[in-house]
């Protein structure tokens, strides 16, 4: 164990998973020399060449659906698109053939293709590279989502990733890259389909992913100041989600919310709850609450966009409408 | 050339003024004030004053992430584009779009775009509209090379085409889209070649040289007017700055960035042109000059006296409200 950023972690998965398999290799803008806009290929052009580290022109529904072919016809590209406002470009290719192809096919053709990007706001993006997207992708059957929190779980989810023969959609955040944490040195992999219990409590449940479990647990810590016991799970995986962890906990606490950056109309937050009244409605003392981005545009203000991403205080008042 | 010696004095200032704002502008992002991501237009002036001095304000035109420039010269106002950079409600968009989405319709600026490329189908819309009212206004779409990789740029030029629709496609190739080299990305060497694809004239110009700019646009904007159909003119340029702050620009040398700024500034050579062949003054240069940096000083000064937008405002302009 040593602790590395979130960034090198994302590194070291791709780094791994290429020296381990010549059939994975990484396509996306800017991604060669230059190691990425966000980093996260730094060194990887250097070590396995253009061949395996490949630039792409700026047509992201061109190269994501050239990377579904080559998956198709037995390779393991991993893409890189620079933010996930720029999925909406590649839409087509991503829902209606990665995402669809085994199925329609009987079951005869496999997409062993992982799409890395990162979304969220909080740096004064503004909305057309600020959005937080899951939602959209969660609603498809066939495509994995992936929603790492940590150092720890973004490398080895990755790694999962890489050799999943399904296409899995991998969400980083860009706030998080900076953010650090021990990961293991030897190669370890970390399910799909597995929630974390990140802090055990009684009286209420926190579930959350992402960036916004960073501030469910400065939640916690507060309410905990106030004496209140919360529990936060991170779902680590949203396709698959591990609703046993998210309802046992539920029967314990009777008391849940939902915290994401996604906005709140149609996020994962809606399905959550929804899954949790289905599953463990006679356990709740209350309505299960949802915590998001309010429903607008992203602004560019940074007082207003502190004002649409939701904050631990959101939580921390939502958790207490239902004390 | 039918250009008066007011209007060649026009075009020095406004691409001076470009210049200065986009310094300007390094110095606001420096202190913190803007947030977010900013594309610097500095080394390519020549090209949004050529295009937009061969437009009437009531033209259309889109813009791109790198805007700022564009947004001047068709006629925009420096305070209130100012006070948008640094996200205040006197700004263009109230604060809400910032750099990268800049925008001012009532000088026909159709918005600075975070997509790269996906203004120029939203220019080719606004053509089909002057066409189908009757009008005869004309659209122009800037974009970089790299914008010319995606779909949507050939779907719009396609549909322009056969629709001979009144547009201009102006593409600003200043050899890089952020790392990758245009001559690894392109399969055509010049972009104007894509032009032979649609049916429609392509014409290269030294994008550094805003007569040049000036005059193929003009062409084109009078083809356009006239119901001939669109025109793609590529214009040769370079971005001097990084494409973002603490861009370490692997992917050129700086001897390539020294040369493009000691031969072929747009700025520095149209006012040896002046001098040497317009019987401009150093004088009435320098005057130029002082007056632009007031205005500049002028519209920072707007700008940072400006209230910052409030959280009631927040819901506004989702929709338009009945
Ligand atoms: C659809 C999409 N893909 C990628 C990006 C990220 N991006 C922003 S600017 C840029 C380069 C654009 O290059 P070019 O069109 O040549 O314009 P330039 O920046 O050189 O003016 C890229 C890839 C984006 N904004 N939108
Ligand atoms: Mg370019």
Redesign the pocket.
Known sequence: MREITYLQAITEALREEMQRDQDVFLMG?DIGLHGGIFGATKGLFQEFGPHRVRNTP?S?AGFVGAAIGAAVANTRPVVEL?YVD?TM?AMDQIVNQAAKLRYMFGGKARVPLVIRTQQGGGRGNAAQHSQSLEAWFMHVPGIKVVVPATPADAKGLLKTAIRDDNPVLFLEHKLLYGTKGMVPTHDYTVPFGQALVMREGQDVTLVSYSYTLLKALQAAEALANEGVSVEVIDLRTLVPLDLPTVIASAQKTGRVVVCHEGHKRCGAGAELAALVMEEAFDYLDAPVQRVGSLDVPIPYNGNLENKVLPQAEQIIAAVKAIL | MDLSRDQLLYMYRMMLTIRRFEEQAIEFFTQGRIRGSM?LYIGEEAVAVGVCSALRLEDYITS???GHGHCLAKGARLDYTMAELLGKATGYCKGKGGSMHIADLDTGNLGAN???AAGVPIATGAALAAQYRGTDQVAVAF?????TN?GVWHESLNLAAIWKLPIVYVC?N?L???TVPAREALSVTDVAERAKSYNIPGVVVDGNDVLQVYQAARTAVQRAREGQGPTLIECKTY?YEG?YKGDPCVYRSPEEVRQWKETRDPIKNFATFLMEKGGVSPQVLDQIQWEVEAEIAEASRFALDSPEPEEENLYEDVFVSC
Not at chain 2, 143 to 147: E, I, L, R, S, V
């Open positions: 803008e700026i992201e620079m720029f470009v | 594309h791109t992430h790198r975070g997509i790269v974009f970089g090379d790299g914008a995606q600003e200043n890089y889209a952020i971005r494409h």
